[in-house]
């Protein structure tokens, strides 16, 4: 039984598809990297996995479990149970992340005492061991910081704490650096792969830096426009990207051996609600892109595990398929 | 915080300034003085007016009538009402208390009623409800107090008979003035009715007073909450699972009171001018029947001194508001 599976998992606001029948599956102490450009769907699709997708927002999927539990079927006071206890989630901007009005100990041990309760010295305690753990000094003095009071850096590291609290199953961590310090991010990236090696947590890393996603991530899922375009291992999909979209993804890396800018690797971006185009959703910005591209949308391709979703696969060449 | 208070303390001398200057030249150049005014259609003879006027110091020229209400003033010394030749002071502190209880009743509805209306509209957003507040405060708002006091007024008090037209009490009940509260003094008195009928008295012309407060809570919760439900740190704390009710209570509204105490503390300045034409419809005995009656009789020295008197209150609550923003928001307590 997997960790979390989904299946055709599709979040619409009103006739706008942001996440659009993905599916993946996620085991017991796995990292997943989920990669794409801004807008392309990773935030939403994680947030219905959380339970927090607002009206008008609508979530559907064939299946989505945790665990064996149908997320779906279930209550949402059962469901609010697994929310910040088994599934657990942090942001992007640590800063606005945490409540201004608020100190880091209450809101630390707020997160405890719903889920678990305990006397009011033992929740103290445990606030002080999390803010041990996650690496951040006197931690006594740090339970009655304001959050203003912290670095970006450091608000992270609170965020994390507060994340594992509850000792989650599944942590999915939405572009955890992306607002931090360069110098900070690694050390960031680093506490939330130990935390997850030594919790064995399940780890959905949503990120931009593909070098990253490649060097801690199992298995890598790429997102474009709403829609899954390439899954399979991690190293593997880096190596040899079946799809132009990775492809280009990849090239647009600094050490990418072309060193072409972004832009010029794939000129334009990621279809709004308004700009959809009609057949394979890439096709407008796709150099490789044929007269059926344009008209028919592409099945996914290959084994399970394997999967690229596009007419003309690159070959290991990178080279698009006849 | 200190520097803060000193920084704003400052500020209060030029501002009093102004007001004496101010009310001083307004009151004055409404036509009609005093003395014409006592004496009526029945008129006064030249000399006759001239004699009084010596009398009540009239006969100097403005500048120096200015100078000798400052130096009062700076003595702490409002001087004494025209008519009645009571020290302001002692009228004010005898009437002042009424008006409080209106204010502070009418302050309770506007908080009780503005507070969760806003806090509902912002919750159920684009929805019949969030529609209805806004409409119906935007009316409030909009309300002329006066004629709003008649309507209320005309429904409850004359047609349907369930609230007096006016006064503070019945007046069959002779309640004596220990504190100046009608509700504790009638309560204390111990007669049987009483406090219902100070009770009864109050409904109304609270209502009329925290309408505008009211709309304007209202409002500025509404938004202030859904600001705020849009922040980050709302989807961390649900993120944790805890209940909505906790989220909304605990996580948003403590961030969005911030900018609606503000605005609750701003409209001590809109109740006390509120009361005025509030205290004249309903014959409520406190300092805004006072005021208008003291400019109608041109009772310079009541009409200068209770403006300042009410000019103080509004500038010391303001400051205790700003007090109280940094109370709430961390950010402010240790920055300054
Ligand atoms: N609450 C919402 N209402 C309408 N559209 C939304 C909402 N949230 C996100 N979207 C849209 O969904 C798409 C995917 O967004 P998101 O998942 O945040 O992208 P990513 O995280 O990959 O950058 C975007 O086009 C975004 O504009
Ligand atoms: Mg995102």
Known sequence: MSLLQLENLSVTFGNFRAVDNISYKLEEGEVLGIVGES??????????????????????????????QDLQAMPEKQRRKLTGSDIAMIFQDPMTSLNPCFSVGYQIIEALKTHQGGSKKALKQRAIELLTQVGIPAPESRLNNYP?????????????????????????ADEPTTALDVTIQAQIIDLLIELQRKKKMGLVLITHDLALVAEVAHRVIVMYAGQIVESGPAAEVFRTPKHPYTQALL???????????????????VPGQYDRPQGCLLSPRCPYAQEQCHKVEPDNQGPLDRQVKCHTPLDSEGRPAA | ?????????????????????????????????????????????????????????????????????????????????????????????TLFPATVELAICAAIFAILVGLPAGIFAAVKRGTVLDHSVMTLSLTGYSMPIFWWALL?????????????????????????????????DSW?????????????????????????????????????????????????ARAKGIA????????????????????????????????????????????????????????????????????TIIIVVNLLVDIAYGVVNPRIRHNR
């Open chain 1, 148 to 172: 203003h009071q912290l670095s970006g850096g450091m608000s992270q590291r609170v965020m994390i704490a507060m994340a594992i609290a509850c000792n989650p199953r599944l942590l999915i």
């Open chain 1, 251 to 269: 090239a647009s890396l600094p050490e990418s051996s072309s060193g072409k800018a972004r832009l010029e690797a794939l000129p334009g971006v």
């Open chain 2, 244 to 311: 909505p009710w906790r989220v909304i209570v605990i996580h948003a509204l403590r961030n969005a009171l911030i900018p609606v105490i503000t605005v609750i503390g701003l409209q001590v300045g809109t109740l006390l001018s509120g009361a005025i034409l509030t205290e004249t419809v309903f014959a409520w005995p406190g300092i805004g029947k006072w005021l208008i009656e003291s400019i109608s009789r041109r009772d310079y020295p009541v009409v200068q001194g209770g403006i300042l008197i009410v000019a």
């Open chain 1, 39 to 68: 807008g392309s769907g990773k935030s939403v699709s994680s947030l219905s996995v959380m339970g927090l997708i607002d009206f008008p927002g609508k979530v559907g999927a064939n299946q989505l479990t945790f665990a064996g």
């Open chain 2, 152 to 184: 209320l007024m005309l429904v409850f008090s004359v047609t349907l008979g369930w609230t007096p037209v006016s006064g503070r009490i019945d007046v069959v009940y002779w309640i004596d003035n220990t504190t100046g509260f009608m509700l504790i």
């Open chain 2, 188 to 236: 204390l008195s111990g007669e049987e009715g009483a406090f219902k009928s100070a009770v009864s008295h109050l409904i109304l012309p609270s209502i009329v007073l925290g309408t505008i407060p009211m709309a304007v809570i209202a409002r500025m919760t509404r938004s202030s909450m859904l600001e705020v439900l849009s922040e980050d740190y709302i989807r961390t």
């Open chain 2, 1 to 93: 915080m200190f520097q803060f208070i000193f920084r704003r303390l400052s500020l209060v001398i030029p501002t009093f300034i102004g007001i004496t200057l101010l009310t001083f030249t307004l009151i004055h150049m409404i036509p009609g003085d005093p003395i014409e005014v006592m004496a009526g259609e029945r008129g006064v003879s030249p000399e006759r007016h001239a004699e009084l006027s010596a009398q009540l110091g009239l006969d100097k020229p403005l500048y120096e009538q200015y100078f000798h209400y400052v130096v009062g003033i700076a003595q702490g010394d409002l001087g004494q009402s025209l008519v009645t030749r009571e020290p302001v002071m002692n009228e004010f502190l």
